[in-house]
Each structure stands twice: as C-alpha cells, then as structure tokens.
C-alpha cells in the first residue's frame, strides 16, 4: 500500500522568511496530493491540493510542486506570517480503486514574530 | 449546513469497557471516514466507507467496527478499550469527485478519547 514520509517534523522560521516541507510517496498510482493544516485543537483543513497531472500549483503565498519522476512533492509558503504557525500534513491518494487517502506524520510549523 | 458533527467531544473510558463514537453529515457524501491523531504520528486510517451498506478496513482496523446503514451515519464501534486506544478520533467526509475532479475531505471536530 501507499507510504507517505514527510519531512521535517517541526520547522521553525521568522516571519516574512519562507517555509518548505517535503513529502515522498512509494505508490507510483497515487495521483492526488492534498495539503491540510490543523491549527491547535482545530480540525485539519485543506490548504491545496495537486493532481498528477500538474507540476506546480499556487494560491497567494503557499504553492505546492509535484515531481512524479522522483515520487515527491512539496508546499512552499511565502513571506510567512504568524497565523501559519499550525501542524501540516501532506497525503497521497491513487485515483479510482480504493478510496484511501494516507497522511504523513505532519510538520509542525511555528512563525515566530 | 452543520458540516461533519462528531459526538461526544470528549470521552474518558476504563479498560475492557465499550463505546461508540457518533459520526453524522449533512452534505450528502457518498464517502466517509475514521481517523486516529496519535501525538507525532499524523492521521492514520481505521476504516471507510464509499457509500450505504459498504465498509472497508484502513491502516489500523484492530480493535474498532463500524457500520454505515444510511448516507449520512457512520459510527465507530470500540468494544473492550485498550489503553493503546487513547486518541483523538476524527471523522470525515467527502464527496465522490470525478476522473477530474477529486473532492477534498471535510473533517468533525474531533472525539478525544482516554482509556484508563
């Protein structure tokens, strides 16, 4: 089954700085890529997401970039402020088939002011 | 439109007792699911379901059961709690989405569960 690795755990920036989290994925039928964020005692939440089919997709100051060859994709954030600090999680689904969408263990970003 | 409602909120259980999580959702999706947050450890998968009457295992089924006898219900069934149960348990759900369209996963508000 799919296998999903993220890197890192925690990642610490000062605000305006960028952030980048990795993720890897072991099932080359895995074709979407969503990124969610769970502040503190909050539900997860979709941020972006990616098809296979598409290289790089932006949305304000995150953008996620998908490398199929390599198995592994990527969230960018811009100029980061404090209201990203959260936990991030990157996960891998493979279309059609089963309906399973596996996680990564999350990042836990802290912007500090 | 209430979303995913997830109850109770909290839950403090002794060993060897039993329980079930509620899981209800007003948005006609066909798809649901049970996750465990572990601290560190991300969303791991316990079971699914693509519609009524269908239910499949996840990651880490042992130990729960569900059953999905409408669209909108999705209950989690632990029958002798485990300390290794302790958890926050989320429900989610999402749309069936195209060959071209995937439908993002809408998340409860969590259950926290303690087993003691």
């Known amino acids: 089954g799919e296998n999903v690795e993220q890197h890192p755990s925690t990642l610490s920036v000062q605000e305006g700085d960028s952030a980048v989290i990795k993720c890897t994925y072991s099932?080359?039928?895995?074709?979407?890529f969503p990124w969610y964020k769970q502040e503190l005692g909050k539900r997860p939440q979709l941020i972006i997401d990616i098809r296979s089919n598409v290289g790089e997709k932006k949305d304000q100051r995150i953008a996620v970039t998908l490398n199929k060859t390599a198995k592994h994709f990527s969230l960018h954030i811009t100029e980061t402020q404090p209201e990203d600090s959260a936990v991030y999680f990157c996960a891998a689904k493979t279309q059609g088939g089963s309906e399973k969408l596996v996680f990564g263990k999350g990042t836990k970003l802290t912007v500090n002011p | 439109n209430a979303g995913v409602t997830q109850t109770p909120k909290f839950r403090i259980l002794k060993i060897g007792q039993s329980m079930t999580l509620q899981c209800t959702q007003d948005m006609n999706h066909n798809y649901m699911y049970w996750y465990r947050q572990d601290p560190g450890m991300g969303l791991k998968l316990i079971y699914y379901?693509?519609?009524?009457?269908?239910?499949d295992k996840g990651e880490v089924p042992n130990g729960y059961n569900v059953s999905r006898s409408t669209t909108e219900d999705f209950p989690l069934r632990l029958e002798l709690a485990a300390p290794s149960q302790t958890s926050v348990y989320f429900c989610a759900s999402r749309d069936r989405g195209s060959s071209s369209y995937n439908s993002p996963l809408h998340f409860g508000n969590g259950t926290r569960l303690t087993v003691t």
């Open positions: 379901s693509v519609g009524a009457g269908i239910t």
């Open positions: 099932d080359s039928a895995s074709n979407y």
